[in-house]
């Protein structure tokens, strides 16, 4: 018979809580390494009888008194549990010999721990346990029932004010907008979350508890506060252990109470505004976070407390892996603890819960370091953050997969399963993916609108809507008695430049000013040339043959024209065009000369067929607003300026030539083209993705 070594005389073993089927518990507690151990009535009584030195004798005697059955394996399964955790007194070589193992098995590669420490790590800076004895005397009415009456009373109060206030005090946050505002704010929120943490540790005071440190523990690079409450593993009552976590939570929404209070009577400023952020979005934001149950914060100890299940993620994880794989391949592994109904289902829910959230969180903080370093290190931080959180985990499953396949019974959820893998892998390998959508506009092939050059008398409109010109016909005469003027002004001073240089030969005095005559002839020539061009524009004509499609309703032969007016549409109704822009993912699919279909968005239009004609070298710095998500387009642009319509991915423009329109259009037609292309699997589509992006973000 192997003997068992005892246990350390220093460990303590307090009463706890009611698990949640009702049975009693007991915490063990280690205090040279601060940690807490729940055990259950069987745990319990083999500790009990934990003299008996042998495992044959403590099964045997337990066994006798007939209140549970133990075996010998469930005893030195215990000790191995109590071994690995070193609870057990040993010595020697043997001790020296185990103390190096569980060294080297915690040893871990600097990388390893990097990954593990870089996105939360914490920083004791306070002892506060002797400072919360003395001062909690003095606190101790915080804890009063009245207060909390008092406290419900102004927040009925506050709220009943609030509703005929309520657009002031929204207002108010404008004052942050200032360098005074700026500084206020900090001070509030270091302020307030202080308080938080002192909400925790004078509660957890209260119930006779240690607060062994407080500190500051960094987040994602963030710094928060932190209180280490773990002492209250040795409180029995659940309630009491709800109320600690629970305490920074109050204590911040007490203060949110009185601030409200107080900014009824504060003048406008922003020591205001500082009482409002701490009435308002302090405390909006701690219940967001701290009320979080899917992560190990406040919310989190209170789920787990309230249910009664300690190391709650990691039980429901280990039920959810299980009923997952006997869904899924029909393992028969055996339950990992067995839960009344109810709770078993909640604790699926839970787990999938948190298993979702943390896919999604773990992405976010992926892009945040991606966005946070330069561009090397943080391609290669998101990188890590994806590989080890997201596809380390799911990799590690589907190893336990393929090692237990040996396992897999065959029936429906298996065959179910199957299928959809198959459907999976058919759907993201296979290059099916040929056809390719565009937004595009059908349009004439020739089309203009003719504005007024400058100003000008409307003499005479030559044209009606609907008439057929020809290119160099006039459609509209224009006069102006300003140009003319100035056009006589200048003949009268070329005739008199000239007549001046044919005089130079004869008068000595004007020879020394032929060349400057000669340069303001030249200049005045220019001149009368420019003024005549303009004058000459004054008559509209047309730019090529076409028909008048529009004819400004403003325009009356006699009156003034102002600079830039509007005046006739023209297009050519024989040929027509097509304008689509093309995702940059979708370029290398098509080429020149591909047949495509333009689908009208007007159901009353039939699909015309048409053909790639020619593909812009480079995307599109600016989009007609038409195609535009401001203008209920589908491709998305960046900003709120309306004069700047940047897409916010590149796209192409590309031109199609219809065969035929069908009947004649006066105006574009809106609708998408589509576009058969080299078949790609999505697999691929996003791997060229992948290294697309590594290649455009892997510079400094």
């Known amino acids: 018979m192997s003997k068992l070594p005892p246990l350390r005389e220093e460990l303590d073993l307090y009463p706890g809580p009611c698990a949640f089927d009702g049975s009693p518990s007991w915490t063990l507690y280690d205090p040279a390494n601060h940690r ?65 193992g569980q060294a080297k098995a915690a040893r871990h590669h600097w990388f390893t721990w990097l990954i593990h420490h870089y996105l939360f790590f914490k920083i004791p800076l306070l002892r506060p346990d002797r400072w919360l004895a003395r001062t909690y005397p003095m606190l101790r009415w915080i804890f009063r029932p009245e207060l909390l009456l008092l406290l419900v009373v102004l927040a009925l109060v506050n709220a009943y004010l609030l509703i005929d206030r309520w657009g002031m005090f929204s207002r108010t946050f404008l004052h942050f907008f200032s360098a005074e505002g700026v500084v206020y704010y900090a001070v509030a929120l270091i302020l ?16 006779g508890c240690r607060v062994p440190a407080m500190g500051m523990a960094f987040l994602v690079m963030l710094p928060v506060l932190y209180t280490d409450v773990s002492d209250a593993w040795k409180l029995s009552s659940r309630r009491q252990r709800l109320a600690i976590g629970f305490g920074g939570i109050a204590a911040e929404l007490g203060l949110a109470v009185v601030c409200t209070s107080l900014w009824h009577f504060l003048p406008d400023g922003p020591l205001r505004s ?76 839970y787990a999938w819960s948190v298993w979702i959230y943390r896919f999604f969180l773990f992405l976010g903080i992926a892009l945040l370091v991606y966005h946070f370093f330069f561009k090397l290190l943080g391609l ?42 198959l459907v999976a892998i058919g759907i993201l390998f296979v290059p099916w993916k040929s056809r390719i959508e565009a937004p595009g506009l059908l349009k004439i092939a020739a089309h203009t609108e003719l504005f007024m050059p400058f100003p000008g008398k409307l003499e005479r409109i030559s044209v009606a809507k609907g008439e057929a ?11 102006s008695a300003d140009l003319d003027s100035r056009i006589e002004q200048s003949r009268i001073k070329i005739e008199a430049l000239r007549w001046e240089l044919a ?40 730019p090529f043959d076409g028909e008048i499609i529009e004819i400004n309703d403003a325009l009356n032969p006699g009156e003034w024209i102002a600079k830039d007016e509007p005046l006739v549409t023209i297009g050519q109704f024989e040929a027509y065009k097509i304008e689509a822009f093309l995702a940059e993912d979708h370029l290398g699919q098509i080429q020149v000369g591909t047949m495509a279909d333009f689908y009208p968005d007007q159901l009353d239009w039939p699909v015309i067929r048409c053909r790639i004609m020619s593909i812009d070298n480079a995307s599109a710095l600016q989009l007609p607003p ?33 065969k035929t329109a069908g009947e004649t259009i006066d105006r574009v037609i ?15 589509s996003i791997w060229r993705r992948i290294i697309a992006t590594m290649i455009g973000e892997s510079g400094f």
């Open 670 to 684: 809106k609708g998408n083209v589509s576009m058969h292309g080299k078949s790609e699997s999505i697999a691929a």
């Open 380 to 421: 290669f931080l998101m990188m890590v953050e994806i590989g080890w959180f997201i596809l380390l985990p799911v990799g590690k499953e589907m190893k336990y997969w393929i090692e237990c396949r040996q396992q897999t019974e065959w029936n429906n959820n298996t065959l179910i399963t199957l299928s959809a893998v």
């Open 503 to 542: 005089f130079h030969g004869q008068e000595n005095n004007l020879n020394d000013r032929r060349l400057v005559a000669i340069s303001e002839l030249e200049s005045a020539a220019s001149e009368y040339d420019s003024l005549i061009d303009q004058r000459r524009r004054l008559a509209v004509q047309a």
């Open 626 to 658: 038409i195609f535009t998500s401001r203008y209920s387009g589908s491709i998305a642009v960046r900003g709120n300026d309306k004069a700047a319509l940047v897409p916010e991915t590149s796209v192409y423009r590309i031109w199609l030539q219809p």
């Open 274 to 349: 500082c009482v409002f952020m701490m009435a308002t979005t302090t405390w909006i934001v701690t219940l967001m976070i701290n009320l979080n149950p899917f992560m190990r914060f406040d919310g989190y100890f209170l789920l787990s407390d309230y249910w009664g299940i300690e190391n709650l993620q990691h039980r429901a994880f280990a039920l959810a892996r299980w009923h997952m794989r006997r869904c899924l391949f029909g393992f028969m592994d055996e339950v990992p603890e067995r839960f009344p109904r109810r709770t078993r289902r909640l604790l699926l829910i």
């Open 192 to 207: 307030t979350k202080t308080l938080h943490e002192l909400g925790h540790a004078y509660t957890a005071h209260r119930y």
């Open 36 to 100: 807490f151990y729940r055990l259950g009535p069987l745990e319990n009584e083999i500790l009990a009888h934990w003299a008996l030195n042998t495992p044959e004798a403590i099964s045997e005697q337990i066994s006798r008194q007939g209140l549970f059955s133990v075996s010998v394996d469930e005893v030195r399964q215990l000790s191995g549990f109590l071994s690995n955790h070193n609870l057990l007194r040993i010595s020697g070589g043997e001790a020296v010999q185990h103390l190096v």
């Open 469 to 479: 010109v020809k290119a160099g016909q006039t459609l509209l005469q224009f006069s």
